[in-house]
Nanobody, 125 residues
Framework: VQLQASGGGLVQAGGSLRLSCVASGRTFSSYTIGWFRQAPGKDREFVAAVSFNMFGGENTDYDDSVKDRFTISRDSAKNTVYLQMNSLIPEDTAVYYC????????????????WGQGTLVTVSS
């Protein structure tokens, strides 16, 4: 699967942004799609992921630092995964990447084989 992320920009603290990750490929719906971010001078870190479970529903997973502020969702008809980011803080400033994995319930970057280009999110104080 090929992925393309967009939606980054400059926002004031307390504001919101929605990132989009558009995927190509007919197997998109079976992939776990995750969002990661990398701040200057820091390692890439997990933000959120959405995957299908064995009952036909979806599971979502969030890093504690974004739980209750960010929401990940998938629109399979549009081959798109969204990351709605609310109550942004300066510490959220980073390049955000979306990634795809054939594994379910994963959150480690080395478990994601497909990566899109990043989109920069800058939160001013």
């Amino acid at each position: 699967v090929q992925l393309q992320a967009s939606g980054g920009g400059l926002v004031q603290a307390g504001g919101s942004l929605r990132l989009s990750c558009v995927a190509s490929g007919r197997t998109f719906s079976s992939y776990t799609i995750g969002w990661f971010r990398q701040a200057p001078g820091k390692d890439r870190e997990f933000v959120a992921a959405v995957s299908f479970n064995m009952f036909g529903g979806e599971n979502t997973d969030y890093d504690d630092s974004v739980k209750d502020r960010f929401t990940i969702s998938r629109d399979s008809a549009k081959n798109t995964v969204y990351l709605q980011m609310n109550s942004l803080i300066p510490e959220d400033t980073a390049v955000y990447y979306c990634a795809g994995s054939v594994l379910s319930g994963v959150s480690s970057s080395n478990q994601f084989a497909s990566w899109g280009q990043g989109t920069l999110v800058t939160v001013s104080s």
